[in-house]
Nanobody, 126 residues
Framework: QVELVESGGGSVQAGGSLTLSCKVG????????QGWFHQVTGNKREGVAA???????SYADSVKGRFTISQDNAKNTLYLQMNSLKPEDTGMYYC????????????????????WGQGTQVTATS
């Protein structure tokens, strides 16, 4: 069983920044697809960023140029740097991971992850 624990959520004014952290594993990153998802109450979870086993990253159009996904293998931590936050970015953010996902499958459209964190709330006020 792989445990994921998010932290770093909070409330900021629109235009501000937050960095979300997800303590993972430990596991071999070269085997895992990892992602961040955004969910507004009553709506489906949507992938905003993903990082494949080879380190390649992908982003939803709504966050491109503003969000950055990264990982620190030494700290067993996945990050989501969120800049220029907008009110529509408000919601719960979840990290997710799964091993054995092909590189061409690992992206923001993939939501069949086996392991999920508990979520952290982000609020961007106008």
């Amino acid at each position: 069983q792989v445990e994921l624990v998010e932290s770093g959520g909070g409330s900021v004014q629109a235009g501000g920044s937050l960095t979300l952290s997800c303590k993972v594993g430990p596991y071999d990153y070269s085997d895992y697809c990892q992602g961040w998802f955004h969910q507004v109450t009553g709506n489906k979870r949507e992938g905003v960023a993903a990082i494949a086993a080879d380190g390649s990253a992908s982003y939803a159009d709504s966050v491109k140029g503003r969000f950055t996904i990264s990982q620190d293998n030494a700290k067993n931590t996945l990050y989501l740097q969120m800049n220029s936050l907008k009110p529509e970015d408000t919601g719960m953010y979840y990290c997710a991971a799964q091993e054995g996902i092909p590189l061409f499958v690992c992206g923001t459209s993939y939501d069949g992850f086996a392991y999920w964190g508990q979520g952290t709330q982000v609020t961007a006020t106008s």
